[in-house]
């Protein structure tokens, strides 16, 4: 009998009892890198005589009453700036919103006009290449007007106060437990000179939840002092000192990319030179994904006639040992 959606039955201690899945399906999704919720003021400047009003009630009164409609929703426009950090990136953000302000003297109506506000800032989120960012407006405040008086000219400022929600994201696809319904059997194309198919990585990577940590040991005791770096692109973006406990903390990438990055360090006047793999069999014969690395562990078993290594990645320790 097909399984239908829904809430699961329940234990009697309460715990959801849902038949086991059946299947492992590729779907494709939009996911989020990285968030955050803003909330700005958006300013107009109108010179009085500039706006449409009438010319024989002016100047406005302290007396005079100013409202403001919002008769245009709230306009975000966001771009890439350059990277901070691998792979945290500035995004610039304008935003607009047209409004009418209103002033009138009793029932008499001294100026009527439409303006923009608007507002120009700068945020910093995760956005690795591959990633696209949106502006979701959330809420708008009430919009607000005085009048000021500089070098003898009336002036009306308008404001609003808005609440974003700025989204990184990127379609990717997960493999997931279901009950059905496909799973796609990929295509065997003849291969062409020059060309890798698919592309490694496919996705972009993903932000570690702490800083991203390279650990060097000797049959498991930290081996402190040692320069690590890591390359991108065939250039250091990084590079830090292994602490007295073996860590080597990374605070300014965010993550280890695989297929993209290679870690670097001197032992025993040896170069140690390792590629990070897009994934990798563990010693339980499960091939896994290392597309995000957020920490990886050398252990250092033998010295002679040659050093190896045992390497751990995301906790997982690898197949064999490496010889670098």
Known sequence: MAIKPGRCPTLPDGTPNCPPFTEKDCIEVIKVYDQCVKEDELLSFNAVDAVI????????????VITCTVTNPLSCTVTFGDFTTPFFRRIRVFQTIG?????????????NFATTLSSFQTIVLWAPPGTFVECVPLSVGDCTCEVVN????????????VCKDFQVKAPVKLLVPSYGFCEPVPCQPAPEDGLVCPPEPQFPTQLCQFSPVVTVQDNGAGIAGL????DRNN????????????????????????????????????QVVFPVPVEFLGTDGVLRDSATVCNIRFNRVATSPVQQFEVFINNVQLQGVIDP
Request: aromatic share 4%.
């Open 53 to 64: 009003c009438n010319a024989l009630l002016l100047p406005i009164q302290p007396t005079d």
């Open 99 to 111: 409004v009418t302000v209103v002033v009138t003297r009793g029932a008499i109506e001294v100026c």
């Open 150 to 161: 500089v070098n003898g000219s009336q002036f009306i400022i308008c404001s609003v106060t």
């Open 227 to 230: 320069v690590v770096s890591i």
């Open 235 to 270: 250039a250091t973006i990084s590079e830090t000192t292994v602490a007295p406990n073996g860590d080597a903390v990374f605070d300014t990438i965010g993550a280890i990319a695989g297929g993209i990055d290679v870690i670097r360090f001197t032992l025993n006047n040896k």
